[in-house]
């Protein structure tokens, strides 16, 4: 049985910031599809998609270290409402019904497994 401790402030923050960068590499690889392949733009955007994913990855072992996977992992489906948002307002995109009950699917999945786990 694994017990759960409450999560400081400092912890949720740092979760979503972890993930809202992980979610935001999607935005590079849009913009780096657009340009010719290996042009330097291309390689620019690549270049800083690498950066975030190192930066995200440090941030999640500084997670881990203070709180449990199981703990991390149910906020891991942030991502998807991040990437949501970010196709919205940066990009234009229409967020349908579709994608609204796709990401609660989501997050209730990953909820429900997460919960399981605990008891």
Known sequence: MIIMKRLSL?????????????????????????QDFLSMNYCFLF???????????VLWQM???SISLTQAYLFKSSA??????????????????QNIVGASI?????????????T
Request: net charge positive.
């Open 47 to 57: 270049a800083i998609v690498i950066l975030m994913l190192a930066i995200y990855a």
């Open 80 to 97: 998807i409402v991040f990437a949501l948002l970010y196709a919205h307002y940066l990009f234009n995109e229409h967020i349908s019904l």
């Open 10 to 34: 400092a912890s949720i923050a740092l979760l979503f910031i972890a993930f809202a960068i992980y979610s935001s590499t999607g935005i590079f690889l849009k913009l780096a599809s657009m």
């Open 63 to 65: 997670i881990l270290k």
């Open 106 to 118: 989501i997050f209730v999945g990953v909820s429900i497994n997460s919960f399981s786990q605990v």
